[in-house]
């Protein structure tokens, strides 16, 4: 029997006194979208890092195709799309370059390009619509064309693991349109994708399945389900469905 694509036993998180993760136990399926839903502070970002193997658990563990996080990386099985402050946006590195490093790992030490890293670049770019601005400063981008371009980078990396840390923030609406669409191609092809969200009117329309985190796992199912009022009221303390979408950003 195959390994879950992720799994998460008993996983608990500290920043020195603040406790972040609370015994975490989560199992995710292959071929599947899985939204992370929480209030700020709620654990979504730490989840996410730990998942990646970059953030160490004061107790529990974390499997990825039922190895550590960090033999997955190395294989550039498992990709993460950062949140923007995450990010440097003045270093001097193109759209390009950023999609380019989704196969360093496959380059060998010399970090040199073949003709099948081009090739791959070239259709990441063009599925995420980012082909005309490949030469572009990453920082010059809008803030959907920059978290298209990190989507880009794990598809150049072929990652079959796929972490988003609000990938719809601030971003218009022909960059969610184009993000939600690729990820459910790329579900069906049978990656597993782990999108953290505010937006919880929209979840319903991406996600197979849903958690709901508050340090620990409250709920974790069915959308319509996890978003009943009296599972939301857990974790926020009030019913978030009735306040009003939040508006986009304009993009370029």
């Known amino acids: 029997m195959n390994a879950p694509a992720v799994e998460i036993q008993d996983v608990t998180?500290?920043?020195g006194d603040v406790l972040a993760l609370d015994r975490v136990e989560l199992t995710l399926k292959a071929g599947r979208i899985c939204g992370l839903i929480g209030m700020n502070g709620s654990g979504k970002s730490?989840?996410?890092k730990t998942m990646m193997g970059l953030v160490k658990p004061d107790r529990g563990?974390?499997?990825i195709n039922g190895?550590?996080?960090?033999?997955?990386r190395r294989a550039g099985l498992l990709g993460y799309v950062p949140q923007a402050e995450d990010v440097d946006w003045s270093f001097p590195l193109s759209v390009r370059d950023i999609v380019m490093a989704g196969r360093y790992g496959q380059m060998g030490f010399t970090?040199?390009?073949r003709r099948a890293d081009r090739a791959a670049v070239a259709t990441a770019l063009e599925r995420v619509e980012l082909t005309e601005l490949?030469?572009?400063q990453i920082g010059q981008l809008s803030g959907?064309?920059?978290k298209r371009a990190f989507v880009a980078r794990g598809i150049a990396q072929g990652a079959t693991i796929l972490l988003l840390d609000e990938p719809f923030a601030g971003v218009d609406k022909r960059s969610e349109a184009t993000i939600t669409t690729l990820l459910g191609e790329l579900a069906a092809a049978g990656a597993t994708i782990l999108v953290s969200t505010h937006d919880l009117h929209s979840l319903p329309n991406l996600a197979d399945e849903a958690v709901l985190l508050m340090r620990s796992v409250l709920?974790?199912?069915?959308?319509?389900?996890v978003l009943r009022p009296e599972n939301l009221a857990r974790a926020f303390g009030l019913d978030v469905l009735n306040r009003p979408a939040p508006d986009r950003a304009c993009d370029k």
């Not at 190895?67 to 997955?72: E, F, N, R, S, V």
């Not at 709920?219 to 389900?225: I, N, Q, W």
């Open 144 to 146: 959907g064309q920059k």
């Open 67 to 72: 190895g550590p996080p960090a033999a997955a």
């Open 61 to 63: 563990t974390v499997l």
């Open 219 to 225: 709920e974790h199912g069915d959308p319509e389900v």
């Open 134 to 136: 490949a030469d572009r």
């Open 111 to 113: 970090r040199r390009p």
């Open 13 to 15: 998180v500290h920043y």
């Open 46 to 48: 730490t989840l996410l």
